[in-house]
């Protein structure tokens, strides 16, 4: 999944007045009205967030910074909470249906930034915020503005790492989750290696030796504030830390309904995981049988584990089918393809690889200049043993691999950007999305590229193997929706949770206590496999309503078309019967 990392960066004036009064005064009412409103909540909201702002292609923040003190958060959370005490009071139905579903896309994204303030405790109680927060890669790895000039952001943005670090510390209660710590400390670590290395060899060709002075200065200064916070929080806080890390069901329920409009109580969702999980298993169990009949599933899965690249050819060879998985989507009349532009396959940057096993990093939906994307997989670690490099690589099977292609690239994430792009979606709709909209989709193709006969000619041993995989990576989301609400909402420790990992994903130990240490803070990491159902419940009904003007692909272009909307709303879109549009899954 794409990751935006917030580059925090200083501003003058951290919430004007006028900001604020766009908040104020009338009930807000009419299109005209919502039109402005949401225009200055967009205003002070990449004010605060510019890194967010490059990120997406918006380059008039670009080497801008803002202060995380305490003032400057408290002074952006009373923000959140004006904007959404105003849109609590609005007048909806003067809105038009269009202008009524970007008011609630926007609304439920207020929501969820008031959610990680204060549920979340995003600011005090996690210290992988700020571990991250100089991720300067976007200036070198997008080519949207002369060299020259975003090396000059570089410059703007990594002089604040100092004060930014000592507001960091000052910020971060006395005690903090040890896996948050651990996690921390991974992220800071790889992104100093970052600036130390990547960086500079990005740059190598300037040939402004001033500026080049300059950049090694505050460089350095940056890498010493991100060591400098690494240490400390290996010496003062992880001999301390706690595994207070439980949102608690009152928290877990607001995630589930601010995210998704999803109103179900987490134990009834556990259970229908439980069930789901089970289901897969038998799914599994039946490919392996078709395999090899004669060995238990486990040990066939474990043997199709054992055809993987090496080490150094885990690159190499995920980049071989990937567009033989794009042109099947042609042939086939599965998706659109809006764009010839084609995604690179790289290394997961240094800094990203404690939290990231394969992930896509695209162009932005207002980048016009630069159009670059990334598909990126993270290489086995030197400096582990030769079990976990195994276990890692074990991942990677051939199999897998092209279900993790299909996942990242095509049709998942990167095709499902490239119809955003190219879509009429407003700004609102192109800026703000589900996360089981996002992920969802992505899981889904999937199965669903396995149910339309990609990899094989009708090999009956081959369509196995493939639906082994996929059926093994469907066991994953399960798993993960299951030790989410097992984690937050009954305090299920890390080391059980990679058991119940180890036991119904069937991975080793390192990538199942990854997983498990992912699930301690980020707890909507279930909305995969509630995305992939939502959207299997959408497809059923909506092939009903279309009757023989149904297509796949009719259905696809469709879903990919509207923004990154919770499935609830895209229901609306896409069914006439009103009466469905609450029966997401």
Request: hydrophobic share 40%; with cysteine; proline share 4%.
């Amino acid at each position: 999944m794409k990751k935006l990392l917030l580059l925090f960066i200083p501003l003058a004036v951290l919430i004007s007045c006028k900001q604020k009064s766009a908040a104020g005064g009338d009930k807000l009412s009419g299109d005209a009205a919502f039109q402005k409103f949401s225009d200055d909540y967009l205003a002070g909201y990449f004010a605060w967030r510019p890194g967010s702002a490059v990120t997406l292609g918006l380059h008039d923040y670009d080497g801008k910074f803002v202060p995380l003190n305490k003032a400057s958060i408290a002074t952006e959370l009373a923000r959140l909470k004006d904007f959404d005490e105003k849109m609590n009071t609005a007048d909806t139905a003067s809105l038009s249906p269009k202008m009524f579903y970007d008011f609630r896309i926007l609304h439920s994204a207020i929501k969820q930034e008031i959610f990680s303030f204060e549920d979340m405790a995003e600011f005090t109680k996690n210290p992988m915020t700020y571990a991250g927060a100089f991720d300067v890669s976007v200036y070198v790895k997008r080519n949207f503005a002369p060299l020259t000039d975003r090396l000059k952001s570089i410059i703007a943005i990594e002089k604040y790492a100092p004060q930014f670090y000592a507001d960091a510390k000052a910020n971060l209660n006395d005690t903090l989750p040890k896996p948050y710590v651990e996690t921390a400390i991974q992220i800071a670590q790889g992104s100093a290696s970052f600036l130390n290395g990547d960086l500079k060899i990005a740059l190598k060709d300037v040939k402004d030796d001033t500026l080049m002075a300059d950049f090694n200065k505050v460089n350095k200064a940056a890498i010493d504030a991100i060591n400098g916070y690494a240490t400390w929080l290996q010496k003062e806080k992880l001999p301390k830390a706690n595994n207070n890390y439980a949102i608690g069901k009152a928290s877990y329920r607001k995630m589930l309904l601010y995210n998704e409009g999803i109103t179900m109580d987490p134990d009834s969702i556990l259970a229908m995981g439980l069930r789901e999980l089970k289901k897969e298993q038998i799914a599994f169990n039946a490919a392996a049988k078709t395999i090899n009949p004669n060995k238990k599933p486990v040990d066939v899965y474990h043997d199709l584990q054992k055809e993987h690249p090496t080490a150094e050819n885990l690159i190499p060879d995920a980049k071989k089918n990937l567009e033989k998985i794009r042109q099947f989507l042609i042939d086939k009349n599965i998706v659109t393809m809006p764009s010839e532009v084609r995604v690179q396959v790289k290394e997961t940057p240094q800094f990203a690889r404690a939290t990231s096993t394969a992930s896509m990093d695209v162009a932005g939906p207002f980048e016009t200049k630069a159009s670059e994307s990334y598909y990126y997989i993270t290489p086995v670690d030197p400096t582990w043993t030769a079990k976990q490099k195994e276990d890692w690589l074990s991942q990677f099977d051939y199999y897998t691999t092209d279900n993790i292609t299909i996942h990242e690239a095509y049709p998942g994430h990167y095709t499902q950007f490239l119809h955003l792009n190219a879509s009429s979606a407003t700004k609102i709709e192109k800026i703000f999305g589900s996360y089981a909209y996002i992920e969802g989709w992505a899981h889904y193709c999937e199965k669903m590229m396995a149910d339309e006969g990609y990899g094989h000619n009708g090999d009956t041993i081959t369509a196995a193997k493939y639906r082994l995989a996929q059926s093994g990576d469907a066991l994953l989301r399960f798993c993960r929706l299951c030790v989410s609400i097992q984690t937050h909402c009954h305090n299920m420790s890390v080391d059980d949770a990679t058991k119940f990992l180890m036991n119904n994903w069937y991975q080793g130990d390192k990538p199942s206590r990854q997983e498990a240490l992912r699930g301690t803070f980020d707890p909507g990491y279930l909305f995969y496999s509630i995305g992939k159902m939502e959207i299997l419940k959408l497809r059923a009904d909506y092939q009903k309503q279309e009757g023989a003007n149904y297509s796949l692909k009719k259905f696809h272009d469709e879903v990919l078309d509207h923004g990154m909307p919770q499935i609830r709303l895209l229901r609306e879109v896409m069914l006439k019967d009103s009466s469905t549009w609450k029966d997401v899954l």
